[in-house]
């Protein structure tokens, strides 16, 4: 079966990117907060929409990755990705 990315875009309030994911139950909107991608994919914070996009773009496999991981354990039609999602459970040792 093939899955098919909905475009992604900054939401417009601004906290943070919204994408989608068509798994084989239907579309899961998914949003990544913009204090995420400054902690996690280095955006400085300030950046205009161009930069954010681009941002979200590089680090997209593995925002992808933790986003089935998380809809794998536990399924929903919406899922909004934080700075905890990325954390590592070492505490980043």
Request: glycine share 8%; charged share 30%.
């Amino acid at each position: 079966m093939e899955f098919v990315e909905l475009e992604p875009h900054v939401l417009a309030d601004r906290r943070g990117v919204v994408f989608g994911l068509v798994r084989p139950n239907g579309t899961v909107q998914c949003v990544i907060t913009l204090t995420t991608l400054e902690r996690h994919f280095w955006l400085e914070p300030g950046a205009g929409d161009t930069r954010i996009l681009k941002t979200f773009r590089d680090g997209y496999s593995r925002i992808r990755a933790i986003a089935e991981r998380r809809l794998l354990a536990h399924p929903a039609a919406r899922l909004e990705l934080t700075p905890e999602d990325f954390a590592r459970p070492d505490g980043g040792r």
